[in-house]
């Protein structure tokens, strides 16, 4: 069994069982899924978010394999992977309370806990009129330099996220966002991978989720290279867009084509992926 509770957990579930006390909590419900509840609670007048894992069965998990893909067994790899986000200072949540009891994969209780970030907008909300109303320039360019150090920051500390759009990418709005002085979140890394080096076609995966994105805000070629170049200066240490654009040629026609299948995806699909 594997258990960290801080406040105010460590105090309130002091001499309980807390994978009892977790499934009491009560608040908004987000997810209910048969192995999986994520619901937002308080306490003392705090928000917290919790995501509960149950296990899927090994039948679910044969499944995903069966189909090439990699099934989410718990709480666990959402915890490694902002251990290490907080090692290299990609800012994101701060876990309170993790617990993971059981050694079959397909059987195992877990569960994580996580301070509210609020108040925040996530990247997709603010930017969806850009199209329609261009933001400042220095605005649209800083947040672009950002995201990709953000996401260079993560891949090269060997963490794919695996669903890596821009919805997942808080402001932070406790004060009006400008140019010089704004803060970004990255959230949602439940199906986040932890290695030494991410392998390129996870980081390359990542790359087209966050490509698909953007589409329909109104970026420009030139905004596009910027996200390039503050990208594989961050991964990479790659200063020379010409040579980006040289030794990386491969890979933004793959990213073209990607985002363009996810885009056609989600249009007959209704918006869903």
Known sequence: MKLELHEPFKTLWAGKDPFVEVERLQGKVYRELEGRRTLRTEVD???????????????????????AKLPVLGAGQEMRAL?????????????????????????Q????????????????????????????????????????????????????????YICHFLVHTERPVTADDFRLSLIDLHRAQVRDHTPTRWRNKDLAGLYFSVLDIGLTQRDKLRFLKAYFTAAEGKWSLRAILRDEAKLLQWLERRAAKLYDRKQRYGGRL
């Open 45 to 67: 007048g705090r928000g917290y978010f919790v995501k509960i894992h149950r296990g899927i069965g090994w039948g679910e998990i044969i499944k995903n394999l069966t189909t």
């Open 83 to 107: 251990q290490r986000l907080h090692q290299i200072a990609v800012p994101s949540m701060t876990a309170v309370a993790y617990g993971e009891r059981g050694i079959d994969p397909a059987h």
């Open 109 to 164: 209780h877990s569960f994580i806990i996580t301070e509210e970030l609020a108040p925040t907008t996530d990247l997709e909300v603010f930017t969806q009129n850009w199209r329609q109303q261009p933001p400042p320039p220095r605005l649209k360019w800083a947040l672009i330099d950002e995201v990709a150090t953000m996401a260079g920051n993560m891949h090269r500390a060997g963490v794919n996220h695996r669903d890596c």
